[in-house]
């Protein structure tokens, strides 16, 4: 990144954290709030993005996995054909790309909004398993799963027994998401106090890139 590029990230960040409150990145009500709102206007509604700063990065990563979530149950479709099915492989494989590169915005955010705001980590701070971005990521499948979980429930056409099973299924899966969101808000709050740090874990996805996937180089040198 060039200096002129960080400059303007700084500036972006310094703006943002101007016009919001620090505790309120912090608070991971909102973001999985945007989650859920967003998986059932989206079910309505086109694809859309109405938030700005850390939120509307949080929105586009939550975009990806939506779009790979219905790819996926196009590519199930006992009546998916062979081309049919190649363009949904094709689609998933692109989405999921943009869906790791958005993870990896998240986090690319959060360090610069900590250096921004001059946080130090201390000397015996260590790193977490997990970054923020992977557990935003993370929620965000699960405000999915939750979203059409619940579909299962509410189906007028379904035994009594499978709506029983959806409905332990569900039960699960909000526990989860609980457990979830409140490891995400501890893990927030101890790298903006210093007590974790952070870093950015590339993915460095090779199936996509033409010069790391073996069988398109060699097709390229053939």
């Known amino acids: 990144m060039s200096i002129k590029s960080k400059s303007a990230a700084s ?19 909102e973001l999985v709030e945007l989650q859920q709102a967003t998986v059932a206007r989206w079910h309505r509604e086109p694809l859309d993005n109405r938030y ?18 219905h790819e996926e149950d196009m590519a199930r479709s006992p009546e998916a054909g062979d081309m049919r ?21 998240l986090d690319d955010f959060l360090v610069a909004a900590v250096a ?17 971005g992977s557990t935003i990521d993370r929620l965000s499948i699960l405000a999915l799963r939750i979203y059409h979980m619940q ?4 189906r007028a056409d379904a035994t009594s027994e499978h709506v029983a099973k959806a409905e332990h299924r569900l039960a699960i899966l909000r526990e989860q998401h ?45």
């Open 11 to 29: 500036d972006f960040i310094a703006a943002t954290f101007a016009a919001v409150d620090l505790r309120q990145l912090v608070e991971v009500a």
């Open 52 to 69: 700005g700063g850390f939120h509307g990065l949080v929105c586009q990563q939550h975009q990806y996995n939506y779009a790979l979530w």
């Open 85 to 105: 099915i190649a363009a949904v492989k094709r689609a998933i494989d692109r989405y999921n790309q943009q869906r790791n590169d958005a993870i990896e915005k």
């Open 116 to 132: 921004t705001l001059g946080i130090v980590a201390q000397p015996e701070a260590k790193l977490n398993t997990e970054t923020p």
């Open 151 to 154: 579909e299962q429930v509410e």
């Open 178 to 222: 609980r457990d979830l969101s409140s490891a995400l808000a501890d893990l927030l709050a101890d790298i903006f106090a210093g007590r974790k740090r952070l870093k950015v874990y590339r993915q460095f996805k090779m199936y996509n890139d033409p010069s790391l996937n073996p069988y398109l180089y060699a097709k390229q040198a053939a």
